[in-house]
């Protein structure tokens, strides 16, 4: 088993290599980002996902079975940029989609996130399949890239798995752009000032995940048996949820000092547009998924950390 890993110097590839690396040898997985350097332990390749030529070779040459694309612009800095988000986010996807298409690669993971959902899309407990009105071009891209996925395996019996991601926090790496960005530097803050200033107003809320349990259901969509991946699209997959009013409640439980001030900007009208919460009973029932992490076990392992 060969495993390539595109974008994995970002949040959630920077985690999942060791853990791919632990479970399939360090000689079977390859890492691959766009910068010069990567951890001296890692076999890395420079690559960029949107050199369809190069990526190509990298594949056949290493006889890669499994991708991992992570490459993507995320929600607020997709903002400023629009048009290279798309791109970035599109053809990226699709150049990985393609190499499966061919059959050069067997199974792809591409992430999707909770950004599919826009305003008219109800808030709690939001449904697999329900109302998707994304107005970030973040939200667009990855909806449109659930619509490829779902297109791809049925026309041309592509295996390609996905998740869409809660907000994602981890104290290994930092997260890049995000709407949900907050979530993870209170804690930087919190341990280094003592007081943080929230981007997003005390009640907006959130789904959230522990990165532990993130990676963990990324590997085990993708090991779980080709019959019970029934959602080809993407998955909804929870495991907690909460705004920052009661981020900080439970914070000050370990630091009783620590103190919190408003400023939302415009990430805070994004954030307002996704739900607070997602039902995930087709990842339960279909492949077994069941999240560890609740925001009382969340903030112990951040703070035992930081
Ligand atoms: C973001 O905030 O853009 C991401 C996401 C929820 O996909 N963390």
Redesign the pocket.
């Known amino acids: 088993m060969k495993i390539l890993v595109i974008g994995a110097l970002g949040q959630v590839g920077s985690e999942l290599v060791g853990v791919l690396q632990e479970k399939y040898g360090l000689d079977q997985v390859i890492a691959s980002d766009i910068r010069d350097e990567a951890p001296a332990n890692w076999r890395y390749e420079k690559l960029d996902v949107l050199d369809k030529d190069g990526l190509r070779k990298l594949v056949i040459d290493e006889k890669i079975d499994w991708i991992f694309n992570l490459a993507a612009m995320?929600?607020?800095t997709a903002e400023q940029n629009v048009d290279f988000a798309w791109k970035l986010n599109m053809e990226g996807h699709l150049n990985t989609l393609n190499l499966a298409k061919e059959g050069i690669i067997k199974r792809l993971f591409w992430p999707s996130?909770?950004?599919v959902f826009g305003p008219s899309t109800p808030k709690d407990q939001t449904p697999q399949r329900t109302i998707m009105d994304p107005n970030t071009v973040?939200g667009i891209s990855k909806l449109a890239g659930e619509r490829w996925n779902a297109y791809y395996h049925e026309k041309f019996g592509v295996d390609v798995r996905s998740i869409r991601?809660?907000?994602?926090i981890g104290w290994k790496s930092l997260?890049g752009g995000?709407?949900?960005?907050y979530a993870v530097d209170i804690f930087h803050q919190a341990r280094k000032t003592g007081s943080y200033e929230s981007f997003l107003d005390e009640h907006t809320a959130l789904p959230m995940m522990m990165m532990e349990d993130a990676v963990r259901a990324t590997i085990e969509i993708m090991e779980a048996p080709d019959n019970e991946v029934k959602v080809r699209e993407s998955y909804n997959l929870s495991g907690t949820s909460f705004n920052p009013d009661e981020l900080t409640k439970e914070i000050k439980k370990h630091l009783p000092d620590f103190s919190i001030s408003y400023a939302p900007d415009n990430r805070d009208i994004i954030a307002q547009s996704w739900p607070h919460s997602i039902d995930d009973a087709e990842a339960r029932k279909d492949w077994g998924w069941n999240h560890k992490y609740g925001i009382s076990e969340l903030v112990v392992e951040m703070l035992e950390h930081i």
Not at 165 to 168: A, D, F, K, R
Not at 178 to 181: K, Y
């Open positions: 995320l929600s607020a996130s909770i950004a973040y991601y809660p907000g994602l997260p995000g709407t949900t960005d």
